[in-house]
């Protein structure tokens, strides 16, 4: 089976964009950062933190398309709390050895592409949704 996980820009430029929010927000978060002259490093390290977030993501989805809907949605949990762990230890880690801007630079560059991914997928999965329905699913009608 499969599947694909983002639109190309040709399926239209709603879709496309609601797929590629967190790489948008990455992008525009750099100027704001230096506008406001926080560290470099933050944003790299936020930026950096999304990116393979959103890579063991898209990896774990793949890997648990071929289990049991019980076992693919915990293996989606245990993946979520997994992410969020890593995620948490290494801004810890990078505000006690390199400084709390810089870790508090990344931890809100990461915040931002995170929810605006999440809400990206979630407007795609409506968008995909609607598409997916026909008028035989839609319910009876007079005719």
């Not at 890997?63 to 948490?88: D, E, H, K, M, N």
């Amino acid at each position: 089976m499969s599947v694909a996980v983002y639109p190309s820009p040709r399926q239209g430029a709603l879709p496309f964009a609601a797929a590629t929010l967190g790489i948008i927000v990455c992008v525009f978060a750099l100027p704001v950062v230096l506008l406001l002259r926080g560290p470099f490093e933050g944003w790299a390290i936020g930026t950096g933190l999304w990116v393979v977030n959103w890579a063991l993501a898209q990896m774990t989805t793949k890997f648990a398309l071929g289990f049991a809907p019980a076992a693919a949605v915990g293996t989606s949990g245990v993946s979520v709390i997994g992410r969020a762990w890593l995620i948490a230890i290494v801004l810890f880690i990078v505000a006690i050895r390199i400084s709390h801007p810089v870790a508090l630079t990344a931890a809100i560059v990461f915040a931002a592409a995170f929810t605006m991914d999440l809400m990206g997928r979630m407007m795609l999965f409506g968008l995909t949704e609607r598409a997916a329905k026909t008028p035989d699913q839609e319910g009876p009608s007079d005719s």
